[in-house]
Nanobody
């Protein structure tokens, strides 16, 4: 089984910065993509940023130029550096890891429990 744990959320003022971290642990053979989604009450979860095992990245248009995703493959950890935060970035941020527990298993998406980010003065 694979566990995914986020950290780093909190309250920040507009134009401030936060760094989210997310570590995958457990029985892991390989991890493909890792990334972050956000969710606000009453709406579906939406992609913020993703990063492949080779470092290719993808961002939502709303965060391009402000957020940066990175990963440390040795630590099975992904980071989201969030700069120039806006009130509309307020949401619960969920981390995911697409991982295989063994060479014969299928790639499975594992989710963290979510971390609240609130941007407010």
């Amino acid at each position: 089984q694979v566990q995914v744990v986020e950290s780093g959320g909190g309250l920040v003022q507009p134009w401030g910065s936060l760094r989210l971290s997310c570590a995958a642990s457990g029985t892991i053979f390989s991890i493909n993509a890792m990334g972050w989604y956000l969710q606000v009450p009453g709406k579906q979860r939406e992609l913020v940023a993703a990063i492949g095992s080779g470092g290719s990245t993808r961002y939502a248009d709303s965060v391009k130029g402000r957020f940066t995703i990175s990963r440390d493959n040795d630590k099975n950890t992904v980071y989201l550096q969030m700069n120039s935060l806006k009130p509309e970035d307020t949401a619960v941020y969920y981390c995911y890891a697409d991982a295989k527990g063994s060479w014969w298993s299928v790639n499975t998406r594992y989710w963290g429990q979510g971390t609240q980010v609130t941007v407010s003065s």
